[in-house]
């Protein structure tokens, strides 16, 4: 029904920066919230950024004033540019979205996630 795709994990060095992208596909008739969580090896999954529909946006403390959540609602795409990495930064990076789909005149409403993509970050 909705699928959401990432793109622009890597291997980056301590205070280099990388640009993610999330795109959502699929029978969609409006992408409300939209925002990106990570999930380090042995820890529990944590709020990174997010940004509304109207593009209000809340940050996690650890990355405010290095990251940026962006979105462009006429691609339903949702992007994070995280900038001055630390290797604590270092984890899988997940997608979310809340869509409204529309199947068949029927309308649903769900949050759906992206595959993750790693990001690592070294010294």
């Known amino acids: 029904q909705v699928q959401l795709a990432e793109s622009g994990g890597g291997l980056v060095q301590a205070g280099e920066s990388l640009k993610l992208s999330c795109a959502a596909s699929g029978s969609i008739f409006r992408v409300n919230a939209m925002g990106w969580y990570r999930q380090a090896s042995g820890k529990q999954r944590e709020l990174v950024a997010t940004i509304s529909s109207g593009s209000s946006t809340n940050y996690a403390d650890s990355v405010k004033g290095r990251f940026t959540v962006s979105r462009d609602n006429a691609k339903n795409t949702v992007y994070l540019q995280m900038n001055s990495l630390k290797p604590e930064d270092t984890a899988i990076y997940y997608c979310?979205?809340?869509?409204?789909?529309?199947?068949?005149?029927?309308?649903?409403?769900?949050?759906?996630w992206g595959q993750g993509t790693q990001v690592t970050v070294s010294l």
């Open positions: 979310n979205a809340d869509v409204m789909g529309s199947i068949g005149g029927e309308y649903f409403t769900n949050s759906y």
